[in-house]
Nanobody
Framework: QVQLVESGGGLVQAGGSLRLSCAAS????????MGWFRQAPGKEREFVAA??????EYQESVKGRFTISRDNAKNTMYLQMNSLKPEDTALYYC???????????????????WGQGTQVTVSS
């Protein structure tokens, strides 16, 4: 059974930082590309960032503020979020897709496995 478990969300003031983690089990972590998505109430789930060997992608609005990384030895992916804004408030999801996938990593449909999300709330 594949499990992805997000953690690290919380309440923070604008300008603050949070570090999200996604712990994976039940899969060969190094063979999967990993992504972060987020969804605010009443809005569609949107791509945030993705990572695989030799490739990192970010949504334009988070470039320079968020950093995605992974530690294959720990089967964990991270999202370091700095300079947080109220518009970053959302439920953040971790997702995984086989590295054999050759399409866009910005599409929800690309991903085979999803976590349950961790809430990030940024106050003004």
């Amino acid at each position: 059974q594949v499990q992805l478990v997000e953690s690290g969300g919380g309440l923070v003031q604008a300008g603050g930082s949070l570090r999200l983690s996604c712990a994976a089990s039940g899969l060969t972590f190094s063979r999967y590309a990993m992504g972060w998505f987020r969804q605010a109430p009443g809005k569609e789930r949107e791509f945030v960032a993705a990572t695989k060997t030799g490739r990192i992608e970010y949504q334009e609005s988070v470039k320079g503020r968020f950093t995605i990384s992974r530690d294959n030895a720990k089967n964990t992916m991270y999202l370091q979020m700095n300079s947080l804004k109220p518009e970053d408030t959302a439920l953040y999801y971790c997702a995984a897709v086989s590295s054999y996938y050759s399409g866009s990593y910005r599409l929800m449909a690309a991903y085979e496995h999803w976590g349950q999300g961790t809430q990030v709330t940024v106050s003004s």
